[in-house]
């Protein structure tokens, strides 16, 4: 996951059209799921369910 959409669209346009997507990872986190920040800056996270997602 990306901090920004403009990091997430650099990223995802690496490899074609970039589809962006919000996570509700307040959401995820107060439910359980962990997060880890990785040395290059992006967010980690075994899975992100559907439900935690909303297409821009």
Do not use: C
Not at 3 to 23: M, Q
Not at 24 to 51: A, C, H, I
């Amino acid at each position: 996951m990306s901090k920004d959409e403009e990091t997430a669209t650099k990223v995802g346009s690496r490899h074609g059209k970039p589809v962006l997507y919000i996570v509700s990872s307040g959401q995820m986190y107060r439910d359980g799921y962990k997060f880890y920040l990785s040395k290059n800056g992006v967010w980690l996270t075994k899975e992100v369910p559907v439900r935690y997602l909303k297409k821009l």
